[in-house]
């Protein structure tokens, strides 16, 4: 998950009332991020499905099928009310941006081409969130390039964490890594034969939230609902809120008497 840069120009921010669902959500919607992650990539064989950064599993998880989305912002070109026909309101308050409706439209998109999208959404809302693909591809770059802090979530599975560990690694060498990362091991349980600290040993990172195994997690995006708003209640969006504390501070206002509410 990423918050990217604000220039302060454009349209007014969003009132971070309406942001904190999509934050929630997008974190959900990227859990699987890392256990996917294939190590044995190189950089240039990622490419191709690094351009696939766009909100598609969102997208499903928010029971959306928008007939418009990423292909439609690019052709907008500099004309703002075409780029905003691009997103889709939620009733929850937020927009989405889909993914191309096919793996051959999202291949077309370039590096380049999802740079100008990110900067375009960052004039016109306060926070932009990307559910990166699997891979450290060429778009996947372009995105870290531009956030200011990331969210990496492993399963707790030694192959999941190795493979989180050697993609840290390869973003490290090439100076990738934002100035602040978070990572977040899920599916927490007692059955794994493993702890927060045997992950921490493994990759060689601070675990910064763990999220425990939630079937909520998986009702509530099979029915298009934030977790927290389909259960609050549930140890899964207890913990999500204090990630969404951690990423952005500002939260704490609003997510504190959240947290006091669904005890």
């Known amino acids: 998950m ?46 191709r499905e690094g351009a696939r950064v766009m909100a598609v599993d969102v997208a499903n998880a928010l029971d959306r099928s928008p007939a418009r989305g990423w292909v ?64 450290v591809g060429e778009s996947s770059l372009a995105v870290l390039e531009a956030a200011d802090q990331a969210v990496f979530v492993s399963s707790l599975s030694v192959s999941s964490l190795r493979a989180l560990r050697t993609e840290l690694e390869v973003l490290g060498r090439g100076r990738l890594l934002p100035g602040r990362r978070h990572v977040v091991v899920n599916f927490v349980d007692r059955t794994s034969g493993l702890t927060v600290r045997d992950a921490e040993r493994i990759t060689g990172e ?28 549930d140890a899964a969006a207890k913990a999500l809120l204090d990630l969404l504390i ?9 997510a504190r008497p959240a947290r006091r509410r669904i005890r």
Do not use: C, W
């Not at 007014?12 to 190590?39: D, H, K, Q, T």
């Open 72 to 135: 439609d912002a690019i052709a907008a070109g500099d004309d703002e009310i075409a780029f905003k026909t691009a997103l889709q309101r939620h009733p929850a308050g937020f927009f989405v941006l889909a993914a191309p409706p096919s793996p051959e439209a999202a291949d077309a998109i370039t590096a380049e081409q999802v740079s100008a999208v990110l900067a375009r959404l960052v004039g016109i809302v306060r926070y932009v969130v990307v559910d990166t693909t699997p891979g």
């Open 246 to 254: 951690a990423v952005a501070p500002a939260a704490e206002a609003v």
């Open 206 to 233: 601070t675990v910064g939230v763990p999220i425990p195994r939630s079937s909520a997690v998986v009702l509530a995006s099979n029915h298009g609902v934030p977790l927290l708003e389909h259960d609050p209640k």
């Open 2 to 47: 990423s918050r990217l840069r604000n220039p302060e120009r454009g349209a007014a921010a969003v009132e971070f009332a309406l942001i904190l669902p999509v934050l929630i959500l997008l974190i959900v919607g990227m859990l699987e991020f890392s256990r996917a992650y294939n190590a044995q990539l190189s950089l240039t064989n990622a490419a």
